[in-house]
């Protein structure tokens, strides 16, 4: 059983290599219980690796008794075993439904980990009372009915996270959770995001765009070249000039309204 009080992740000396390349070399990182995180980075630089080593579709290539590769205090973790304390979703989640289900069987299919429900799948009263309870809480339920291949990105990606929280888990992780959103789904996306902050589960956001950094965000890991270029508070780390680095190219980071933007120099 886990440490409720540990921390979310621990990675020290931990590199994912592929033949003669190292695609992901984590020295150290650390991301606390109490912390809201965004990683951010271009593509190519080792976002998805990093989500498939925390969801344990890949694992780590060892490189020495000084390598720490924790989850939630474990050294050995599954999805399965995650489920309670980390919720995810991933634009690949998303891709994958696409048969015909309803918004209301997409949460419920949080509680079996699957793509949809199948006839093994016995839910009960009090599984379809907590989906109502959640999609309610989303402000989604008007939605229940409809099926998911029928909804725009943004109401999927609502029932995706709704998808997420049936276990209550202690952290949210979004991965590019904006992609394919238009900008009135991108400020409903952000005011989801802040009623389950507020609501006491924590958000780890990856993501190449700006636009899905919302206040709440209080640590930003900045990944380049398969390595953490900087990483900090929002103070010290989401700033033009880092941002111009990560990118090579200048640009400017404006905020206003709750809202974060960056324009070309």
């Known amino acids: 059983m886990a440490n409720p009080n540990s921390n979310f992740i621990e990675f020290q000396n931990t590199a994912v290599i592929r033949g003669d390349r190292t695609i992901l070399d984590i020295e150290n990182l ?69 048969n015909d289900i309803t918004g209301l069987e997409t949460i419920m299919s949080g509680f079996f980990a699957s793509i949809g429900l199948f006839t093994n799948h016995k839910t009960t009263k009090e599984m379809r009372q907590k989906a109502q309870e959640i999609s309610e809480f989303l402000e989604i339920s008007h939605l229940n009915d409809k099926y998911i291949d029928a909804m725009s990105s943004g109401e999927a990606r609502r029932f995706l996270i709704a998808r997420a929280l049936v276990h209550k888990p202690k952290v949210l992780v979004l991965d590019e959770p904006s992609n394919s959103l238009d900008i009135a789904s991108v400020i409903k996306f952000h005011a989801t995001i802040k009623k389950i902050l507020n609501a006491g589960t924590r958000v780890i956001l990856v993501t190449h765009f ?56």
Request: charged share 20%; glycine share 8%.
């Open 30 to 98: 650390v991301i606390g219980s109490n912390e809201n995180t965004a990683i951010i980075g271009p593509n190519g630089s080792g976002k998805s690796t990093l989500i498939k080593l925390i969801t344990a579709k890949i694992y780590p290539s060892w490189t020495g008794d000084n390598t720490v590769c924790k989850m939630f205090g474990q050294n050995q973790w599954n999805v399965a075993d995650l489920r309670s304390q980390m919720g995810i979703v991933t634009n690949e989640l998303q891709y994958d439904f696409h």
């Open 210 to 265: 700006i636009s899905d950094i919302i206040p709440e965000i209080s640590r930003f890991v900045l990944l380049k070249d398969g390595k953490i270029f900087a990483d900090g508070s929002r103070k010290e780390v989401f700033t033009s000039a880092n941002l111009s680095s990560l990118f090579n190219m200048k640009v400017e980071l404006i905020e206003k309204d709750g809202l974060a933007q960056i324009v070309v120099k």
